[in-house]
């Protein structure tokens, strides 16, 4: 089986902020669709749409988005 990725890897996530190791710009939070195509437009495929679940101090489950790209 060929790899997934084999050049670059970027998780974009509404739950935290990245930059784009292209160029800078912010990806994630709020901005998650322009973020996401923000990096289509970098020549990535998106190989991975999902949740990720985490907890609070409390122990409370709390929820996002996430995408997986690379080359």
């Known amino acids: ?14 739950g935290a902020l990245r930059t784009c190791p292209f160029c800078g710009e912010s990806l994630g939070l709020e901005r998650f669709e322009e973020s996401c ?12 749409v999902g949740q990720e ?5 409390r122990g409370n489950p709390w ?5 997986v790209f690379g080359k």
């Not at 679940?53 to 101090?57: L, P, Q, S």
Request: hydrophobic content about 35%; overall charge negative; proline content about 6%.
């Open 37 to 48: 195509n923000h990096l289509l437009g970098h020549g990535l495929k998106c190989l991975h």
């Open 1 to 14: 089986m060929p790899p997934v990725a084999t050049e670059q890897i970027v998780y974009v996530s509404t």
């Open 53 to 57: 679940t985490g907890w609070d101090g």
């Open 63 to 67: 929820h996002n988005t996430v995408a």
